[in-house]
Structure formats: C-alpha cells, structure tokens
C-alpha cells in the first residue's frame, strides 16, 4: 500500500448525532466523511474564507438573524399601536 508521507491526520470531538446524521446525508452523496472534510479545507483554501453560508435553526443567515432581533426589539419599543388585520379591513371597508 502507497502512503504519502506529507499526509497529516487530524482529530476532532463531535457529538454523535450530529456525526451520524452527516454520515447518512454523505453516504447518499456517495462520500465518505474524510474526502467531505478534505472538500471542505479545499474551499477554505480557495475561497480564503469561510466556504459556506451560515445558518441558524430557522433557515436565517447570521446577518438576517440579527436585523430580525432588531426589528423585533424596534417594534416592540415604538409607541405606535397596529390594528389586528380584522379591523384593519373593517376599517377600510367603512364609507
């Protein structure tokens, strides 16, 4: 067996949940974990940055999570009070 001796290995701690989870979605990939992780540092690489867009557990970028808090904060904070929807409609429905 040919082995390259320029070739490092590293280790990582990981939950397994998350490990078995990535694995499956790999696997249907047709990848296994190592070529994943050596993809990966490659973008790292070539992109000089992070390679992908991260994301929160609602589907949110960071930056878009961080505006909606705002607004959130904002709307909560102002003094103007909004109709609920059914009023609203009453409203404009009124001559």
Do not use: W, Y
Not at 27 to 56: H, T, Y
């Amino acid at each position: 067996m040919l082995t390259n001796k320029n070739n490092e290995q590293i280790q990582i701690r990981i939950d397994s949940k998350t490990k078995n989870e990535a694995k499956k979605v790999l696997e249907s990939l047709g990848m296994d974990m190592s070529s994943a992780i050596k993809i990966f540092f490659r973008q790292v690489i070539n992109s000089k940055n992070f390679p992908c867009e991260l994301r929160d557990e609602n589907g949110f970028t960071l930056r878009r999570a961080e505006i909606l808090r705002e607004s959130i904060k904002d709307a909560k904070n102002t003094n103007n009070f909004f109709k609920k929807g059914s009023a609203l409609i009453k409203a404009a429905l009124k001559d």
